[in-house]
């Protein structure tokens, strides 16, 4: 009974885990191949579509990928999160078009000081290069598509977390909301950000991010007066996104937010 017990275990583990992996090959496979270029450089990204209706507008997702899924393939941005987007109920009760670009490797989001050093940063007067590629990116689609251009979120993951306090704290008045998970940005710039709808997320015990940074965002939108949500996840490490980006509660107060 013991072994026909760990067989059935085992078959069952199989079977969840191929199940898992057809799901996200289906999901990642309703993101288009993308990129765009301005002047003479080029940003790889990934397009999720709704399903269209010409006479309704619909939100737009900018998606910021981690460290890790950095490349120019145009594929391992979809990894982590993205694909949570693609989902047939997510499709179904949140129609959006979602964009996930990939950055280039040795480059990065945001354009903070004093990351390496501490957890002060100081927001640098210019954005990255791959960001100003983003933000011109965000602006080409709004002309294209039926794009509700008050219902622009942004959300990212780890370096993607510090990316979309750096794009949310340059462009203020671009974004709806904001989701960043396991991220950092300049407390000095909270005031500007105070009347955005902003959801934080990290795990307690990440070796990789500091949780002191999210602490710290959020004690300093408290204190500019803004209600921001905040979610710490007790004993979990980096990868606080798993449980961030499969959290309905969090999708649907994203969806329901509007400038």
């Not at 999720?48 to 981690?66: E, S, T």
């Not at 210019?126 to 689609?141: C, N, Q, R, T, W």
């Not at 902003?198 to 408290?222: K, R, T």
């Not at 996840?233 to 980096?238: A, D, E, N, V």
Request: glycine share 8%; hydrophobic share 40%.
């Amino acid at each position: 009974m013991i072994s026909c017990n760990i067989k059935t275990d085992i078959c069952c583990l199989t079977f969840l885990l191929l199940a898992g992996i057809q799901s996200l090959q289906a999901q990642s496979g309703r993101f288009s191949f993308e990129k765009y270029i301005n002047h003479q450089d080029t940003l790889k990204y990934r397009m999720l579509f709704p399903d269209a209706d010409n006479m309704q507008k619909y939100p737009l997702v900018i998606f910021l990928h981690g460290s890790g899924e950095r490349g120019n393939d145009n594929e391992a941005q979809l990894k982590w999160g993205a694909q949570n987007f693609a989902t047939d109920e997510a499709m179904s009760m949140h129609p959006a078009f979602v964009i996930a670009p990939q950055c280039p490797e040795k480059e990065g989001w945001s354009n903070f000081d004093g990351r390496d050093k501490s957890i002060d940063l100081k927001l640098k007067p210019a954005p990255s290069k791959v960001m100003g590629l983003v933000i011109d990116l965000v602006h080409e689609m709004v002309k294209k598509f039926a794009i509700d251009t008050n219902r622009i979120y942004i959300t990212g993951l780890s370096m993607g977390g510090f990316g979309t306090y750096d794009a949310i704290e340059r462009y203020p008045d671009l974004f709806a909301a904001a989701v960043p998970v396991c991220g950092g940005g300049d407390v000095s710039k909270a005031p500007l950000i105070a009347k955005m709808p902003i959801w934080i997320f990290h795990g307690a015990e990440d070796p990789a991010v500091n949780p002191a940074f999210s602490v710290n965002m959020l004690e300093a939108l408290v204190k500019a007066g803004a209600h921001p949500g905040f979610t710490q996840y007790p004993s979990t490490g980096h990868f606080s996104w798993l449980a961030a980006y499969r959290d309905q509660l969090m999708m649907e107060w994203l969806f329901r937010q509007h400038k």
